[in-house]
T-cell receptor, first 114, second 113 residues
């Protein structure tokens, strides 16, 4: 079985400051990893994903995440946040065998302060 | 445009009154699922379907039913809603060619009084 842990339920940060949202996972089989973002009153949107290859993956809006197999982590970072980044962020995993069952963390609410 | 469409977006109902939340996708995905989102608990899977006429329980199936009579639709049925089913519900699809991620609907906020 897989599990995902997001230790920080809320992260307040000032605009233009860097931020890191932490995600750790547990799995006995190989997995794909994802970060989803949920803006208020909206569904989840894919932010970025790690499938294989380079352990550093980037999104089009400046976020990046690094897959660390030894630490079973997939932390999300942004060097300079904007007010518009205020949202809830979910880390998720799914087995590479194509079962399409996604396990989500409990979410981290990022609040960017002016 | 690729879409997962849920209806209704908001629903207030009374205990025991049967309701259906619809989900439709235009991406020809084989896999569809329902999640509920509750504060502090993240998303928990209710039911999923790997293909037409193939459905199975997720992690929190009690009090829910689903059906998959055609590929594009996957309705969620609450036969006798109770207040503990007040939640935000999401339909998701996956399984497109060359795709690994899930695609989500806009959500249905259900309140059972």
């Amino acid at each position: 079985a897989q599990s995902v842990t997001q230790l920080d339920s809320q992260v307040p940060v000032f605009e233009e400051a860097p931020v890191e949202l932490r995600c750790n996972y547990s799995s006995s089989v190989s997995v794909y990893l994802f970060w989803y973002v949920q803006y208020p009153n909206q569904g989840l949107q894919l932010l970025l994903k790690y499938l294989s290859g380079s352990t550093l993956v980037e999104s089009i809006n400046g976020f990046e995440a690094e897959f660390n197999k030894s630490q079973t982590s997939f932390h999300l970072r942004k060097p300079s946040v904007h007010i518009s980044d205020t949202a809830e962020y979910f880390c998720a995993v799914t087995r590479t065998s194509g079962t399409y069952k996604y396990i989500f963390g409990t979410g981290t609410r990022l609040k960017v302060l002016a | 445009e690729a879409q997962v469409t849920q209806n209704p977006r908001y629903l207030i109902t009374v205990t025991g009154k049967k309701l259906t939340v619809t989900c439709s996708q235009n991406m020809n995905h084989e896999y569809m699922s329902w999640y509920r989102q509750d504060p502090g608990l993240g998303l928990r899977q209710i039911y999923y379907s790997m293909n037409v006429e193939v459905t199975d329980k997720g992690d929190v199936p009690e009090g829910y039913k689903v059906s998959r009579k055609e590929k594009r639709n996957f309705p969620l049925i609450l036969e006798s809603p109770s207040p503990n089913q007040t939640s935000l519900y999401f339909c998701a699809t996956a399984g497109g060619v060359g795709s690994t991620e899930a695609f989500f609907g806009q959500g249905t906020r259900l309140t059972v009084v």
